[in-house]
């Protein structure tokens, strides 16, 4: 059911039936006014305009950034370089309905991948384990990231060999934590007793490059594409999303994409004055002009949404965690640090620092208004649970006076409320796309290049002769070209 406007708080601005209450932010009508007429000054609204449109924005990959493709179910011509993208998106999603179809006997399925390759399947499986007219179909999904060994341990432990199937999501398909992993696992696979055939069945990868997965042993049948103009952090709508639509259904899977299109049609089509993302960004961008923050924190009242503030770590930081421009200038603002984590947990974690601490730290306060469980407590516990996130919104933006300094609160935190109706797969996927579009919009009121991450490269290319010397045993390694002597006395010591 669409909000009613008369029911609509003042301040407040909505989009597929999601709210967003700015009243906490502290920013008077001629100041958003001011911020509006800069956006259009920035040319943000061509900014979007070429971002659906398939322009190459990720200027310095010469590429588009169409993620908002991936979840296109109305199937509307997307060209890029004159060419429709749409019928190979839909050819994906026709295969992952027939898996899902076909996917039975199946205990444990091994979900190997890192960063944009983990961080949304496994923030979608967690957050919809909470939607209780979801079934698991009797299967275990297991996420396995990190090289350290101890996650894969845990994994195998329960894991029927047999009955289990691995998907391997890498964009290249060169990621040494995942390659590395996925050679483990097959080698669980042989000890357990799979012979090669079962083992060639159980193999599935997600790649922008086929041609290593089949070279890894992947049948051609088992091999899931995405695309170059997709970005790691924003692949959850591509067929990275499968365990999704293996775990509650190919039904929900769609209501997930359905949920961002709805939010992309809205970013796309509403003016900046009643535009989410838009307006979003426009505060947080005001935050950081007329107080300098360096940080904000993502709240979620609702423990299915516990992993959403990781997610967001790798959209906004990666995206936008940069020092120079679209020009190759300096900037002046680029991403602040994200943190967060569930609430009511977080105000007995962080939350004197962020009341009474020296720095003002803007707020995303993300509540859900049905409770998450039909426990018979469920009513009585959410209830509880809003209070505390209106509470604590009230007590930031307006602080307490008292004699005694240590029970002044100085007031003037800023924060906003987004409010969701419910949490389902739906809703899930226009949270994420929600934030997804803003931080474009960030990137171009930076003029920052969103969708590259040239930083992250550096420390890969320093880890190889690093390893290399470690694997070497030696404890007389000296400084040289791309190791210095604080970590040549490091593996020294490591080795010794």
């Known amino acids: 059911m669409p909000l009613e406007s008369s029911s609509i708080p003042e301040n407040s601005h909505t989009a597929v039936n999601v709210l967003l209450d700015t009243a906490y932010q502290g920013i008077d009508t001629p100041?958003?006014?001011?911020?509006?007429?800069?956006?259009?000054?920035?040319?943000?609204?061509?900014?979007?305009?070429?971002?659906?449109?398939?322009?190459?924005?990720?200027?310095?990959?010469?590429?588009?950034?169409?993620?908002?493709?991936?979840?296109?179910?109305?199937?509307?011509?997307?060209l890029i370089d004159d060419k429709d993208v749409m019928p190979a998106v839909a050819a994906v999603w026709s295969r992952i309905e027939a898996l899902c179809s076909d996917w039975t006997g199946v205990t444990d399925v091994i979900h190997i991948g890192i960063g944009g390759s983990d961080f949304g399947p496994r923030l979608a499986i967690e957050a919809l384990a909470h939607v209780t007219s979801l079934s698991s179909r009797g299967m275990r999904m297991h996420f396995l990231a990190n090289i350290d060994t101890a996650e894969l341990a845990r994994i195998v432990k329960c894991a029927e060999a047999k009955s289990t199937r691995v998907i391997i999501v890498s964009k290249s398909f060169t990621t040494l934590e995942t390659t590395m992993n996925a050679k483990a696992v097959v080698a669980w696979l042989k000890e357990s007793g799979c012979n090669p055939g079962q083992i060639a069945d159980a193999l599935y990868a997600v790649t922008a490059n086929t041609p290593a997965a089949e070279a890894f042993g992947v049948a051609q049948n088992n091999v899931y594409p995405f695309w170059d103009w997709v970005g790691g952090r924003y692949s959850v709508w591509s067929?990275?999303?499968?365990?999704?639509?293996?775990?509650?259904?190919?039904?929900?899977?769609?209501?997930?994409?359905?949920?961002?299109?709805?939010?992309?049609?809205?970013?796309?089509?509403?003016?900046?004055?009643?535009?989410?993302?838009?307006?979003?960004?426009?505060?947080?961008?005001?935050?950081?002009?007329?107080?300098?923050?360096?940080?904000?924190?993502?709240?979620?009242?609702?423990?299915?949404?516990?992993?959403?503030?990781?997610?967001?770590?790798?959209?906004?930081?990666?995206?936008?965690?940069?020092?120079?421009?679209?020009?190759?200038?300096?900037?002046?603002?680029?991403?602040?640090?994200?943190?967060?984590s569930a609430g009511s947990n977080a105000q007995h974690s962080y939350f004197q620092m962020l009341h009474q601490g020296t720095e003002i730290i803007p707020i995303d306060f993300i509540a859900v208004r049905e409770p998450m469980s039909d426990r018979p407590e469920a009513v009585a516990h959410h209830r509880i649970l809003l209070s505390n996130c209106l509470a604590q919104a009230q007590a930031l933006a307006n602080g307490k006076a008292a004699s005694n300094p240590n029970d002044v609160y100085p007031g003037q935190r800023p924060s906003n409320l987004l409010l969701l109706p419910k949490l389902n797969a739906f809703y899930l996927g226009a949270l994420l796309a929600l934030y997804e579009?803003?931080?474009?919009?960030?990137?171009?009121?930076?003029?920052?290049?969103?969708?590259?991450?040239?930083?992250?490269?550096?420390?890969?290319?320093?880890?190889?002769?690093?390893?290399?010397?470690?694997?070497?045993?030696?404890?007389?390694?000296?400084?040289?070209?791309?190791?210095?002597?604080?970590?040549?006395?490091?593996?020294?010591?490591?080795?010794?």
């Open 31 to 78: 100041t958003w006014a001011h911020l509006l007429a800069g956006a259009r000054q920035s040319k943000l609204e061509q900014f979007i305009a070429d971002l659906f449109a398939g322009k190459h924005v990720n200027v310095s990959e010469n590429r588009p950034a169409l993620h908002s493709a991936l979840r296109n179910l109305h199937k509307t011509p997307v």
């Open 239 to 340: 067929a990275v999303g499968l365990p999704i639509a293996l775990q509650y259904g190919f039904e929900t899977f769609q209501q997930f994409l359905a949920g961002a299109e709805a939010m992309d049609l809205h970013f796309k089509s509403a003016p900046l004055e009643d535009n989410l993302p838009v307006i979003m960004a426009l505060a947080l961008f005001h935050q950081q002009r007329t107080h300098g923050i360096t940080s904000y924190a993502a709240i979620p009242y609702a423990d299915a949404l516990d992993w959403f503030p990781k997610w967001l770590q790798q959209l906004d930081m990666e995206s936008n965690g940069k020092s120079v421009d679209r020009d190759g200038k300096p900037v002046q603002f680029s991403s602040p640090v994200v943190f967060g």
């Open 437 to 496: 579009n803003r931080a474009a919009c960030l990137g171009a009121l930076w003029n920052i290049n969103s969708f590259d991450q040239p930083g992250v490269e550096y420390g890969k290319v320093l880890a190889k002769p690093i390893e290399k010397a470690l694997a070497s045993h030696a404890n007389d390694i000296v400084a040289s070209e791309h190791i210095d002597a604080v970590t040549a006395a490091r593996i020294n010591f490591l080795n010794s």
